[in-house]
């Protein structure tokens, strides 16, 4: 695939893997930092819904989850479902925080999220990992 099929982005933050688990892999607290609404099961196989914050509702299938490391799952706009793209959240520890290397690999060129709405969904959660600390 060409460089345009693919958008990664990578994001230190002031908290711990652990605690940064927990964000990515509780389908309800996507809704704290990747989307509007959301209601996914995140587990191998599990499914559910999310709603962008323009609106997009988005039909979720979970591929993979590495407990503590990576999810994998397609997603796709309801009303497109040939517009499917695969996204990987992986978190890796730090030696102060963690980092998050989000990848997603669209599956056409109309597929899926441009580079600028994950840099807005990172500002999100950097700002979600500040309060965490802040706490």
């Known amino acids: 695939m060409d460089n345009d099929a693919t958008v990664t982005r990578e994001l230190d933050l002031p908290i711990g893997a652990e605690e940064l688990w927990h964000l ?20 191998d196989g ?6 962008d914050d323009d609106g997009t509702t988005r039909a979720v299938r979970v591929e993979r989850v590495d407990p503590g490391r990576e999810v994998r799952f397609t997603w796709w706009p309801a009303d ?15 030696v102060h925080g963690s980092r998050l290397r989000i ?25 979600r990992g500040a309060t965490l600390v802040s706490v």
């Open 46 to 51: 599990g499914r559910g819904t999310v709603v």
């Open 103 to 127: 990848t997603e690999v669209k599956a056409s060129a109309r597929s899926a999220i441009s580079g600028r709405r994950w840099e807005l969904r990172a500002i999100a959660l950097s700002a």
């Open 80 to 94: 497109g479902p040939d517009l499917c793209s695969t996204v990987s959240l992986v978190v890796v520890p730090q």
């Open 24 to 43: 990515v892999a509780d389908g309800e607290r996507w809704a704290d930092w990747m989307v509007e609404t959301s209601e996914v099961d995140v587990v």
